[in-house]
C-alpha cells in the first residue's frame, strides 16, 4: 500500500519556480501534521515546511518568504510552491505524513518517495 506519492522534481534555473505535490492516501484518517522535508547527501534531512492539522505553518528560515506549503480541503493533496529558487536549495526533497494510518500509527509518520530537485543555469 502505497501511503504518499510525489510529484514535481525537476531541474530549474536559478530565479525560477517548481511546484512539488503530495498524495495522501485515504488510510490516513486521523492528520498530525504534513510536512516537506530536504536532504543532501552527506548531511542530515531538515525541516522545509509542514502544516498542522489546525493550519498553522512552519518554515526553515532558508526558504521563509519564497517556498508555500498548502493542502486542499480534503486534506488529501500537500503542496510545497518553491519560488525564487537557488542552487542552495538543490536537495532530494520529501514529503511526510503524520497521523493514524489504518494500518496503525508509526511514530514519525510515512516518508514519500522523494524527488529531486535541482536549481542550476
Known amino acids: 500500500q502505497v501511503h504518499l506519492a510525489q510529484s514535481g522534481g525537476g531541474l530549474v534555473q536559478p530565479g525560477g519556480s517548481l511546484r512539488l505535490s503530495c498524495v495522501v492516501s485515504?488510510?490516513?484518517?486521523?492528520?498530525?501534521?504534513m510536512g516537506w522535508y530536504r536532504q543532501v547527501p552527506g548531511k542530515e534531512r531538515e525541516l522545509v515546511a509542514d502544516?498542522?492539522?489546525?493550519?498553522?505553518?512552519n518554515y526553515a528560515e532558508s526558504v521563509q518568504g519564497r517556498f508555500t506549503i498548502s493542502r486542499d480541503n480534503a486534506e488529501n493533496t500537500v503542496y510545497l510552491q518553491m519560488n525564487s529558487l537557488q542552487p542552495e536549495d538543490t536537495a532530494v526533497y520529501y514529503c511526510?505524513?503524520?497521523?493514524?494510518?489504518?494500518?496503525?500509527?508509526?511514530?514519525?509518520?510515512?516518508w514519500g518517495q522523494g524527488t529531486q530537485v535541482t536549481v542550476s543555469s
Open positions: 511526510n505524513g503524520d497521523g493514524y494510518y489504518s494500518d496503525g500509527y508509526v511514530p514519525g509518520g510515512y
Open positions: 485515504t488510510s490516513l484518517f486521523r492528520v498530525f501534521a
Open positions: 502544516i498542522a492539522s489546525g493550519g498553522s505553518t
